[in-house]
């Protein structure tokens, strides 16, 4: 809205700089970040009066789990509005990117909003049948793809110019990366923290990505494909990691409010448009390697024990097995965060090894 009016009034001095990308993506972060503090403390408050229990916890789970017990859900919501009221301030409107990126965020956040409702309602983990959550989300992906998809080819990175050609299968393998990254990221968001700072690098890893995939001079110097107008998804990026440093300060261990499928959903189907906008969905499954691998944890468990009746791990997702294991929730918590910064530096390496 701010881009349309210093293009309509034609800003000049130091408002200008409101046409400028760059300004735009330090700003979207900050108002992301102020309206989540902001909203926070009261949004909690109401969580916690009107879900009384909170969110319920697995029996069979890491028994220092207990003690969360009473703790509100649902805290995704916070994100969300301070993300979209974010981007729809400083994102340019009239690029197909943000109403994609809305779509997505909004319609998994939904999505993942019911799951946490039923939840909360019947005091159970178990939400929406699987079947009908996947079904919702593979359509709101489908439209996102359909709305930012031009160019059907996928590019593999590290070689220059190097794609496959997937004609109208795009569209399906672009939804599955949307509808995968939600998923993994969702089954990442186990403790405190966990999820929240592998988003916050991942999207600031893909900023940097989508700026340059937007200007002509760096994709071509990069190697990369050119993306017109991606420069605004390193816009929507930001916002994200401002709204998810603002939920980061009430998830802090002892969490507050945990963000629940809302958050989680939300986020990672975020991250999977921005990438299928960007075309650079390889490198969304190297930079968010944390989150691929909870996913296959939990694959990898699920088809060995109804083959054999044998565990592979002591308990999926993967980040329950090293609990199980003795490591301290803090512990695992802040060695996979390290694990999210390496794996996002070998995401930004690919830009330069061609």
């Known amino acids: 809205m701010l881009y349309f009016l210093a293009q309509l009034l034609k800003f000049e001095g130091f408002t200008n700089l409101i046409r400028y990308q760059t300004f735009r993506s330090g700003a979207a972060l900050m108002t992301a970040l102020v309206i989540g503090l902001i909203i926070g403390p009261r949004f909690i408050s109401m969580l916690r ?7 319920p916890i697995r029996e069979d789970g890491p028994q220092s789990h207990l003690a969360k017990r009473g703790t509100p859900t649902m805290g995704g919501l916070m994100i969300v509005i301070a993300l979209t009221i974010s981007l729809l301030l400083w994102m340019d409107l009239s690029s197909r990117y943000v109403w994609a990126c809305l ?20 005091a159970s983990h178990k939400g929406v049948s699987g079947r009908v959550r996947l079904l919702g989300e593979f359509i709101v992906a489908g439209i996102a793809a359909w709305i930012v998809v031009t160019d059907t080819n996928l590019y593999v990175p590290v070689f220059s110019h190097l794609y496959i050609p997937l004609g109208p299968f795009y569209y399906v393998f672009a939804a599955f990366v949307i509808v995968g990254a939600g998923n993994a990221v969702n089954l990442t968001d186990g403790l405190d923290g966990l999820a929240t700072m592998p988003v916050i690098i991942a999207a600031g890893t893909f900023a940097i990505i989508a700026y340059l995939a937007g ?3 760096y994709a071509h110097y990069l190697g990369i494909p050119h993306v017109k107008e991606a420069g605004e998804l390193a816009i929507f990026c930001t916002a994200i990691m401002g709204a998810c440093l603002a939920f980061l300060w009430f998830n802090a261990p002892p969490a507050a409010v945990f963000m629940g499928d809302t958050g989680s959903l939300a986020l990672g189907g975020a991250l999977g448009i921005v990438a299928v906008a960007a075309h650079h969905e390889i490198v969304l499954g190297i930079v968010g390697g944390l989150f691929v691998a909870e996913a296959l944890s939990v694959i990898i468990q699920v088809f060995v024990y109804k ?5 592979v791990f002591r308990m999926a997702p993967i980040h329950h097995h090293f609990e199980q294991l003795g490591w301290k929730e803090s512990t695992v918590v ?7 910064i390496v794996l996002a530096l070998i995401g930004l390496a690919t830009l330069k090894v061609r």
Request: hydrophobic residues 40%.
């Open 49 to 55: 009066v009107r879900q009384g229990k909170g969110q």
């Open 103 to 122: 779509a997505v965020t909004m319609g998994f956040g939904v999505i993942g909003f019911l799951d946490d409702f039923d939840k909360v309602r019947k």
């Open 215 to 217: 200007r002509v001079d």
């Open 307 to 311: 083959r054999t009746g044998k565990r």
């Open 334 to 340: 802040i060695r996979f965060w390290i694990v999210s």
